[in-house]
């Protein structure tokens, strides 16, 4: 009985202290926080008992931070890169002297971040006086950096003063970099007025400058006025030589394959000798051969674009992006001196690459002379990668006895 009693007890006494406690703890916490709000709200006595410290005002890190010199405060911005400390200190130097900037800039080692801080300092010189820029561009810029700083300096002036660049270009001296002005300045003012810039480019003497600044024309005004390009680059083939219309054919042909087709037809007839046919044909090529394949097969037998020479272009061009599309287009094509034709092409291409099937399509030749000029020239590129294998077909191939005999003399030779 007395054990069951303790028990009891023992019991009870658990439970008070389980329910009392929590209300202990929170009784001891608000406790706390009434003597700690009574301790900041009395103000501080210090050993003058009639003397109240004065109140000090705490501020907030806001108004630190304002208040503070924050020049000498320590920079957290990373260190600049080689290449941006160049340019910075480039550009620094540049908006002082120009002249100075150029010079500092030829003392540093080459690199691409040295050309680039040129072409800035070119850039915001030309922008102030193009002339003086370019003279001592002229005067004073070596290698690589010649020729761009030249290029952007010219095309800058280019944009303003055309008519003033191209006085200047007049006086320099004739060699390359008389070709790299003339370039950029017929490119800049060619976006601008293209007659006049070929009016002006017509002027210059017949020669590489010539050349170079008509070819930089033509690149823009091509893809703005077609027709009038050809018109002109047609003028330049009658006195010079058809590079020019050829160009802008090839070029044409990549955006507008038919407009440039009735180009050809105009100008073909009356430029006979010019490969104006062979242009048009690659750049079609190149550009999708299966539908150029389709366009040259699909010609009227008297089409003059129909040629032999178009046909061999066009393999030529097939091959060389798709051996295994050309060569399955070609096994289905009839026998006739266009298949000859595309043969020849197609071995042109592949002979140094795959000089065994270069060899078998060659054999496949129906014009004999062709047919044996193609076999000697891919056969003895087969034995000088493979000549096991190049004597054991020349012995088991169906070759008339003759030809053998020949061909086995060349590549034993």
């Not at 030249?150 to 944009?159: A, D, F, I, R, S």
């Not at 104006?276 to 051969?289: V, W």
Request: hydrophobic fraction near 45%; include cysteine.
């Amino acid at each position: 009985m007395a054990a069951a009693i303790k028990i009891l007890l023992t019991v009870v006494l658990l439970l008070i202290l389980c329910l009392g406690l929590p209300y202990f703890i929170h009784l001891e916490q608000a406790m706390r926080t009434i003597r700690t709000s009574q301790v900041e709200a009395s103000p501080e006595k210090t050993n003058d008992a009639d003397t109240a410290e004065p109140e000090t005002k705490v501020l907030s890190t806001a108004v630190m931070d304002t208040e503070l010199n924050l020049t000498e405060r320590p920079s957290l911005a990373l260190p600049l890169s080689p290449a941006e400390s160049l340019l910075h200190e480039a550009r620094r130097r540049a908006e002082l002297d120009p002249a100075h900037a150029m010079n500092w800039l030829q003392e540093q080692n080459p690199s691409a971040s040295r050309l680039q801080a040129m072409l800035e300092v070119v850039a915001l010189w030309a922008s102030r006086d193009a002339e003086s820029t370019l003279l001592w561009l002229e005067s004073n810029a070596r290698g690589i950096a010649r020729r761009e700083t030249l290029n952007n300096g010219v095309t800058l002036w280019g944009e303003t003063d055309p008519q003033a660049a191209a006085e200047w270009i007049r006086g320099m001296v004739n060699d390359g970099s008389k070709d790299v002005a003339a370039a950029a300045l017929a490119r800049s003012w060619g976006t601008q007025d293209a007659p006049a810039t070929a009016s002006w480019i017509e002027g210059i003497s017949a020669g590489p400058t010539r050349t170079a600044a008509a070819q930089a024309l033509l690149e823009t005004w091509v893809t703005s006025n077609p027709v009038a390009a050809a018109e002109w680059a047609a003028q330049l083939t009658h006195s010079e030589s058809s590079k020019a219309l050829e160009y802008c054919i090839a070029k044409l042909t990549e955006t507008d394959p038919s407009t440039a087709e009735a180009l050809l037809r105009t100008y073909q007839p009356a430029l006979p000798q010019a490969p104006l046919l062979e242009a048009y044909i690659q750049s079609l090529a190149q550009r999708d051969p299966a539908l150029a394949a389709v366009w040259h097969a699909e010609l009227a037998a008297n089409d003059p674009l129909k040629t032999k020479a178009g046909a061999n272009i066009l393999l030529r061009e097939w091959a060389l992006s798709d051996s295994v599309a050309a060569s399955t287009w070609l096994s289905d094509q009839g026998p006739g001196p266009y298949r000859d034709a595309a043969i020849t092409g197609f071995v042109q291409s592949i002979q140094k690459h795959a000089p065994d099937a270069a060899t078998l399509w060659s054999n496949a030749i129906d014009e004999p002379l062709k047919r044996v000029r193609y076999l000697a020239e891919s056969l003895e590129s087969w034995n000088t990668y493979d000549s096991k294998a190049a004597k054991v077909w020349l012995q088991e191939a169906g070759l008339e006895p003759d030809l053998r005999s020949e061909l086995s003399r060349l590549i034993q030779n």
